[in-house]
Structure formats: C-alpha cells, structure tokens
C-alpha cells in the first residue's frame, strides 16, 4: 500500500484580493530594491512598501474561477542577490488554520501560500515554493510536458511564518543562487503563478490568474512578470563533505552468533557547481547511499513481477526531473553500490541536456518475460552512463533522445531511444522508439546470451473541460532490456482505448462526478493473448474534501498455459474530517488467480492508510494492507503488509522518528500439490533523531533491526541490529 504522494496537492493555489497598501505600481514590473525586508514573518509596512502588490482574484477548484470569499495581499520585490515575497492571509476563523510543525515537504495537508516560477518563460519548467503558517518549507519542480511534480529538489531559500488575529503572515527570500534562468544583462520576463491553499471543507485553490478546466497546459496560465535585470548568482559552488558511521550485525538461526565488520568510518564528498546560469556539475566521491529512511513494506501475490521501490538517495534525486521519459529506461536504483558518480544537466536555447557516468561495485540486473520478472545480483564491477537530450521545436512541440549503458566483464547493455510530444489545445500526440542490445556471461544461465529488440509505442488523448479520450499502442520485443530501468515485462503488443465524462456541480455536497473507462488487450510475442480487459470507474467528490469511487472490472487472463476469467468489483473512499485526520482505502472482491497453484478462487483485497496529527508536532503515518484467496473449500492463503510511523517534530529543525513495517503470508499445504512453506513473516523498526540546519547541513543518528518467523523458526528471531550517524555540511565559499 502506498500513501497517496504528497506532491500531487502541489496545484494548490492562492486566494486573492485587493492589496493591503494604497501605493500601486503599474503593469507587472517587479522593482528592484536596496534594502532588503528582514525575513521573520512580522510584515513591516515601511520594509514592503517598494513592493509590487498582486492581486490573487480567482478561485480555480473547486470553483470555476469564482470570486474568492477571503483576501490574500502578495507584495513581490527583489534585489542583486534574491526574490522576496510576502504574503498576508486573511481567514474569518483563524482558529480553523490548519497548521503543524513537520519536516520538510510534508504539510501540504496544511494551509499554505507560495508561488510557482517559470524562469525560462518556456512553459516546460517551473520551480515551485511553498510555506505553511508556521513558516515550514516545501519545494519542487514541476515538468509540464510529463506533468511529474519532483518533492526530491531542495533548494536553500528562507522563509518565516505566523498565525495573527486576522490570519497568518509568511515572509519568503529565494537566492538567485538557487535558480536557474536566462543569461541575459536585459531585463527578464517570467512567469509566475502566486496562490493559497486552504483546506477546510473542500481543498479551496485560488490564484492570481484564471485556470480553465479546459486547460491541459497550466504553465501556459502564468501571468508574465518583468524585471530581475542586474540579478547575479554568485559562484554557485556548493561543496558538501559528508561522514558516514555504521556498526551493522547479523547471525542466523544455526549459530546465533552475531557478526560483522565492526565500526565503519566512511567519509565521503558532494560538489555542486553552475559555472553559467544554464549549467549545473555535480560530483561525488565516495558518496554515502545508505537510506536515511526504510522501504515501505509491500507484497502483492497476484502478480509475477517485481515490485518497484522509489528512489531515495539524494545525488541520484537532484535534477533527476532532466532524465524523465515516457518508459522508464533509467531507474537509479539499479546502480546499487557506486563507488564515484558525476552528473551533467542544464540547456542550450529550446534544448534541454542531461549525462550521468558511475562507478558501480555491485551490478544489479531485472529479468523481464511475458509473463513476470525478477531481480538478480552480478558479483562484478560495472561502468554506468545515462544521458537524455530533449528539444523544443515550438510551445507545442517536443523531441527528445535517450541513451543508457552498462559495460562490465562479458557483460553489456546499450539502449538508444528517440521521444516526441505535440499537445495543441485539448489534443496531445506523443509516440516512442527504442532500441537494445546486451551481452551476458554464460554463468548467469539466461536462455539467450545476447539478445536485442525494439519498442514501439504511439498514442493519441483529447481533454477538454467535460470529456476525455484516449488511445495508445505498444509493443516491446521479447530481446528488449534496459538494464538500467525498470522495464518489468517484455515480448508483448498492447492496445488501449477510453474516455471520460466529468460533470461539474458547483455548490453542491457532489460537487464533482466523473465517470471513466477504458478496453485493453495484450498479446504475446507469438500470437497469445495474455490479457483482455474492461474497466469502469465511478467516482464522486464531496464533503470533508472526499472521493468515492466504484471500480468493476472484467477480464481474460493467461497463465501456464491457461485461460482463466477473472473479475472484482472495488469500492474506493477518503477523506479529511477535521486538520487531524486524514484517511482513506479501499476493498474489493472477485474471482482471481491463485498464481502458485494455477487454480482460481475468490479473492478479497483490503487498504487503509491515514495520517493523525496529534498536537502541532505529532504525526503518525499507517498503512494496511490485505490479501486473501480462497478456493477448493479453503483459504489457500492470506497475506498482509503493513507499515507504521510516529514523529515527533520538536522544532522546525529537529525531528525525532519511530518507523516499524512488516509482511505475513499465511498459506495451506495441503491446496497445493508441491511443499510448500506454511507460514512467514517478516517485521523490522527503525529509530532516527535528525537536526537539519538547511537541506545540506544536516545529523542523522539512528539505529535499526529486524526479525522474521517461519516453519523452522516458530517464534520471533532477531536477526539484523545497527546503528548510524551521518552527518553532512553545505559550504558555499565567497572567493
């Protein structure tokens, strides 16, 4: 079960109305200033006056650019160094403001007001930065030919906030040092997008300019903004020296010894640097991948393919938005154990460009097939490069070009790729072509040692504000590999077709209804058909910022060498009671595979998850998640997952975090007719102090372990403890 990403609120956008000050500059100059606004979250008139004041007008969800019912008053300013905003934020209840002490990133469940830049004024690109009443920071990059919104970016801005009688104030100062824009001793034009989120009721989104629903650009809606000449960077040199101590030990049940390699002192180095405002280097040496945070625990035993775990390594998630395509060619997870690593991204003109080479100790490989996958571990070093290059040709049209490869001893794989979007109003064209080629050693016993292959894929979508169509083909050969990706099914053609109605109901309880579908049938390399499917969902926004969703599908399935009829009917709800809670799942129920067993039977399928927030620091996070299948007059098995997490935010820097997760699989023997195991089940716990000064300077301490239980171990084992300290500083010399 995976909690819905946080980023998706990101749209959020702010309420408006007529500024605070009578002074008014005219058009959307931004003036420059000398002096620069002490950034506390305290609005000092005679600080601001400069300041261009904004007018936020428009509620764009859930109204259709209605008049908002609360005022918003932006001042914008800046000077040779940085960007400066404020904002005061009116609310007839300020008891109502949602407001929490969290890390960084996660309080977009909370009010918040901020903006999004397009400082290339490209409407391909834009930085966004946001800020709870409390002064609590989220950042991102948004990409609107994918629509991907990257919560991994963090830059080095300031902010403050407070809660006053008539609201809440926030005070913003962005270096320039931290952007990227044209450079140009001109002035400069941007768009920008200022907006407020306010959740009570409904998830209120207001902003200073009008969003159709017809639109399938926002970007394009930015209102355009002039200024920022003289603007400088500085050196944008950032080195960042990191040390890493670990004392990790394991031991199995034959023994009960505990081993390991004692303490490890592993110091490592991070450098950053832009030598233009077009281009960014990053190097690492010795780079620290340990993760901070664990994996959340998933299983899934109605599907034969590997599961797929997010990226959570920091030199891997900076600027990774640049190697974005429509298949997933690049999966860093799949460099291991890196010894150096160095990344190139920036852009030239229309173009943007980025290049990735690694060093990796461990080299890591997915077996895709037809019908499953699976991951397997060569004992060997291997060379890593990634690169992508994408142009835009006009606002509408894009083409780009990717290439990974990995070379190690008697082993390769090279992918080449060429990409094209073309989005004209409701309607977007996109298509791929891709091509592999590899080599493995003969110890890996694969059925062929060197296969090759191409993908195929086109597709058509129109949107407007009430009705939704689209249709794709694809079709990946059976010698296609894209060892750097996470590419989990090969040797197949599919095709699909749907649409989708939508019905707006402005002031109602329903305020939305919208009713979707699609058919898709897949086929094997060789004729077979491996899937036909028909898929319906029903869904319904309402009170309490709920949604409620029915989900029938209908479908023909292919296993060993069978056909079998599988069908669900799921039901799908969440929603936000109150500023403490939010929570939400699903069930559902049908006739499935048993995939062990090639027999089908009835399976019901179960989530929840939520997030509690107890005080103005406490959150606890949960997910549950369960699966049973029974057939022949038993329960063939039952799984379950489930994942847990307390924190407790002392201040804005310091975070106290207490995670534990863990997977069950119960099963019946005497339903299957080979051995098989009865029961497992597997449990871990994690405990992280963190003091965080800005996203690079930074202490970790924490400590982790893990057990499991199977039908040679009956009760609980312990068998993995640590402990870590890491600890990294961000400096930026003048000279």
């Not at 160094?81 to 609310?91: K, P, Q, R, T």
């Not at 994408?390 to 290439?403: A, N, P, Q, W």
């Not at 990974?404 to 298509?431: E, I, L, M």
């Not at 072509?433 to 590899?438: G, N, Q």
């Amino acid at each position: 079960m995976k909690l819905p990403r946080r980023h998706v609120l990101a749209l959020a956008l702010a309420l408006a109305a007529s500024p605070v000050w009578a002074q008014q500059v005219n058009g959307n100059a931004i003036p420059s200033i000398t002096t620069e606004p002490t950034i506390d979250g305290v609005i000092n008139e005679e600080e601001w006056k400069d300041a261009l004041p904004i007018s936020l007008n428009y509620e764009i969800s859930p109204g259709d650019n209605n008049t908002p019912t609360t005022a918003t008053h932006v001042r914008v300013a800046h000077t040779q160094d940085a960007f400066l905003v404020s904002f005061i934020a009116e609310d007839p209840n300020p008891k109502e403001i949602r407001a929490h002490l969290r890390d960084r990133d996660q309080s977009y469940r909370d009010d918040f007001v901020g903006m999004m830049m397009d400082t290339f004024n490209d409407q391909r690109r834009a930085y966004e930065f946001f800020v709870n009443p409390l002064g609590v920071q989220m950042d991102l990059i948004k990409e609107e030919v994918t629509g991907n919104e990257d919560d991994s970016w963090d830059g080095l801005w300031t902010s403050a906030g407070r809660i006053t009688e008539r609201g809440y104030e926030v005070e913003i100062r962005i270096p320039f040092s931290t952007l990227r824009f044209n450079n140009t001793d001109s002035t400069r034009t941007w768009g920008i997008s200022f907006f407020r989120a306010r959740p009570r009721d409904k998830r209120y989104q207001i902003a200073n300019q009008k969003v159709s629903r017809d639109a399938n650009c926002f970007l394009c809606t930015f209102e355009k903004y002039e200024g920022f000449q003289g603007a400088k960077q500085g050196r944008n040199l950032l080195i960042v020296p990191t040390v890493t101590t670990t004392n990790v030990e394991t031991r199995s049940p034959a023994d009960r010894k505990w081993t390991g390699e004692g303490v490890d002192i592993s110091p490592g180095l991070d450098v950053a640097w832009a030598p233009t405002t077009n281009l960014t280097l990053n190097l690492t040496v010795n780079p620290d991948f340990s993760q901070v945070e664990s994996d959340s625990s998933q299983i899934d035993l109605s599907s034969n393919f590997a599961l797929y775990q997010q990226e959570k390594r920091p030199f891997f998630l900076e600027g990774a938005d640049y190697f974005n395509f429509p298949f997933q060619v690049l999966y860093t997870r799949q460099i291991a154990n890196p010894d150096a690593g160095i990344r190139l991204t920036g852009r030239s003109g229309a173009g943007t460009f980025a290049g990735l080479l690694a060093r990796d100790a461990t080299t890591q490989l997915l077996l895709p097939g037809p019908l499953g996958s699976n991951f397997t571990v060569m004992d060997q070093k291997s060379n890593v490069f990634a690169g992508r290059y994408r142009y835009d040709f006009s606002k509408e049209l894009s083409v780009g070009l990717i290439s990974t490869a990995r070379t190690g001893t008697d082993y390769s794989n090279v992918v080449v790729g060429s990409d094209f979007n073309y989005q004209k109003g409701p309607h977007t064209f996109s298509g791929e072509v891709m091509r592999s080629s590899s080599k493995y050693p003969v110890s890996l016993g694969l059925p062929e040692q060197e296969p090759a292959g191409n993908v195929y894929s086109l597709g058509y979508s129109f949107n407007n504000r009430n009705y939704g169509f689209n249709t794709y083909y694809t079709k990946i050969d059976p010698g296609f590999r894209a060892d750097l990706g996470f590419i989990g099914q090969v040797g197949y053609e599919k095709g699909l077709v749907g649409g989708s109605r939508a019905w707006y109901r402005d002031g109602k309880k329903i305020h939305k209804i919208r009713l979707s579908g699609d058919y898709d049938v897949t086929y094997r390399y060789d004729g077979q058909m491996l899937e036909s499917e028909w898929e319906l969902n029903l869904n319904f926004n309402g009170p309490m910022q709920s949604s409620f969703g029915v989900v029938p599908l209908v479908r023909k399935r292919y296993w060993n060498g069978q056909m079998f009829n599988e069908n669900y009917l799921r039901l799908l709800a969440s929603f936000i009671p109150g500023p403490w809670l939010e929570i939400g799942g699903n069930v559902s129920n049908g006739r499935s595979i048993d995939l062990a067993a090639s027999r089908i039977g009835r399976a019901t399928i179960s989530e929840l998850w939520g997030t509690a927030a107890i005080g103005q620091g406490w959150m606890f996070n949960f997910s549950v998640y369960n699966q049973t299948l029974r057939r022949d007059g038993g329960k063939a098995f039952s799984a379950s997952s489930y994942d847990g997490t307390l924190s407790w935010q002392i201040d804005p820097k310091q975070r106290v975090r207490l995670s534990m997760q863990g997977n069950q699989v119960d099963r019946e023997p005497a339903l299957y007719p080979f051995p098989i195991q009865r029961h497992s089940r597997n449990l871990a716990a994690q405990l992280i102090y963190s003091y965080k000064v800005n996203p690079r300077t930074a202490l970790f301490i924490g400590g982790a372990t893990g057990g499991y239980v199977s039908d040679k171990q009956s009760t609980l084992f312990q068998d993995s403890r640590g402990v870590f300290m890491k600890f990294s500083y961000a400096w930026a010399p003048e000279f």
